[in-house]
């Protein structure tokens, strides 16, 4: 950190969840309407796809090897780090976002799932989490020490990237404040630091640049909450593609944030597809005709809720954004608009009260200032909200709901209860988590480091997509036009 660059304040995507954000981080763009405009097409660990009939259910966590294809749902519109790098070598090691690589570790899929699962478990032997870190720096090593064991010639890989997996399931299970989940860290840097002597040994280090960040922050919630009563009450049942293809809507993810997807009133004629619900429809739902709009809120903990316009198209559109305020119960409102696509893209942020808005911007003199009823970009944003909560909420919003696999409704609740639901059924019961738009969630360390070129500078603030442009230009090499990101050199 003392030698290169770094900053305490690299923020990350929205949701903060290991899915989007990973993508974002490898490919250095967000995520958006992957099929027309420079994106990637990840909104979530766990979507629905509506696009087909009946419609799919994804989860990227699932034991059913569901994550292999996010290597291909990330679409064409987008380009990994490893794709943009050029010729040469390049290995991924324990991570499942590697296309462009050479050489992957493990070698079969399934091994690469097993290790996951095997870590997620059973991680109670503290020997077995130190192994698993062990085993990914020691791979790479190996790599560079005997290429072309792993490769068709003699040539050290030009990149690679590496995922130590261990310290987010740690933390799930035992707590950002446990012990084990400390020990680790320290580990992880202990496991580094053999990887940078042995780059040393091998005479690679002054010509490497080592970039270390992480996906997300976390949080931890008081208690567990249940919505079958709530459900059971409003007549909501969750689709199910095994049962008959029951259920009128799907939750396809809920921790603090809930990710709302419902059946609208089909008028074609292909069997079992679900469209996009309108907004009346929504406001007049199911067989109790309840306004769904409204009795979100009923939810304990919730006070956001963000859903689309339904005029929106991928260059142009609206969010529609309400906060319920705690002591009293009254919803205030506002909305993002937003157009242009790729480094064009501006986002407008309008608070349709006077006295405050959604995001609590109105008390921030930076922030304020763009509540000024005008168009601003990405880095604006960044500049004006890094050290707020909600950081880069009116940039971000949209362009997860502009992806076509995202929800109807977002739900945000305060930290207080979380919900562990994955497809409308209860599975977690861990209290720590991470899905909410609190800068402890969204802000997180970024550090490059290694050779001697790199500038020695700390950087206030930067996004999880500067990572990727400032490698390549460490290399010579320019970013693809995806890229929204920008080099902190
Ligand atoms: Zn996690």
Avoid at 379 to 391: F, I, P, R, S
Wanted: glycine share 6%.
């Amino acid at each position: 950190m003392e030698n290169g660059v770094y900053s305490e304040n690299c923020i990350t995507d929205f949701p903060p969840i290991t899915y989007p954000t990973q993508v974002s981080l490898i490919t250095g763009t967000y995520t958006g309407d992957f099929r027309k405009e420079p994106s990637h097409g990840i909104p979530l660990l766990n979507w629905m796809d509506r696009d087909v009939a009946p419609p799919i259910l994804r989860e990227y966590a699932s034991k059913n090897l569901q994550i292999y294809k996010i290597n291909e749902e990330m679409g064409n519109n987008c380009r990994t780090i490893l794709e943009m790098v050029g010729d040469g070598n390049k290995a991924s090691i324990a991570q499942f976002i590697n296309r462009g690589s050479d050489y992957i570790f493990p070698e079969r899929k399934t091994k690469l799932t097993m290790f996951y699962l095997f870590l997620k478990y059973f991680p109670s032997v503290k020997r077995r989490m130190i192994r698993s870190n062990s085993v990914i720096a020691q791979k790479l090593i190996e790599v560079f020490e005997k290429p072309k064991k792993f490769f068709d010639n003699s040539e050290a890989p030009i990149a690679s990237s590496i995922w130590f997996m261990s310290s987010d399931l740690l933390m799930h299970k035992y707590g950002y404040d446990s012990y084990l989940y400390k020990l680790n860290l320290l580990h992880i840097d202990k496991v580094i630091g053999v990887l940078i002597e042995n780059l040393e040994r091998l005479g690679y280090l002054n010509e490497t640049a080592i970039a270390i960040t992480s996906d997300h922050g976390n949080y931890k919630a008081n208690k567990i909450g249940n919505l079958n009563n709530f459900f059971k009450k409003n007549s909501l049942t969750n689709y199910h593609p095994l049962k008959n293809l029951r259920g009128n809507m799907d939750l396809a993810y809920y921790a603090s944030v809930g990710f709302f997807y419902f059946k609208g009133i089909n008028n074609s004629n292909i069997k079992n597809s679900w469209t996009r619900p309108t907004l009346k429809e929504l406001e007049n739902y199911g067989s109790k005709r309840i306004n769904i709009l409204e009795k979100l809120f009923k939810i304990n903990g919730s006070h956001l809720m963000y859903y689309r316009d339904e005029t929106n198209i991928y260059n142009k559109g609206t969010i529609h954004l309400k906060r319920k305020i705690k002591d009293t119960g009254k919803i205030i409102t506002g909305k993002i608009e937003y157009e242009g696509i790729g480094k064009e893209y501006k986002t407008r942020y309008i608070s349709e009260d006077n006295n405050t808005d959604i995001f609590n911007f109105t008390n921030d003199t930076m922030a304020s200032r763009l509540l000024d009823n005008k168009f601003h970009s990405t880095q604006e944003w960044l500049e004006a909200t890094y050290h707020l909560d909600y950081t880069m909420h009116p940039d971000l919003i949209p362009r997860h709901l502009k992806n076509p696999r995202s929800a109807d409704i977002i739900l945000c609740n305060d930290e207080t209860i979380k919900f562990g639901i994955h497809h409308g059924k209860q599975k977690s019961n861990n209290l720590y988590d991470h899905d909410i738009g609190l800068r402890k969630c969204m802000a997180v360390p970024l550090i490059i480091g290694g050779s001697l070129e790199i500038p020695k500078k700390e950087i206030p603030y930067c996004k999880i997509t500067d990572i990727v442009p400032t490698l390549l230009k460490l290399l010579g090499k320019r970013p693809h036009e995806s890229v929204m990101g920008e080099s902190l050199l």
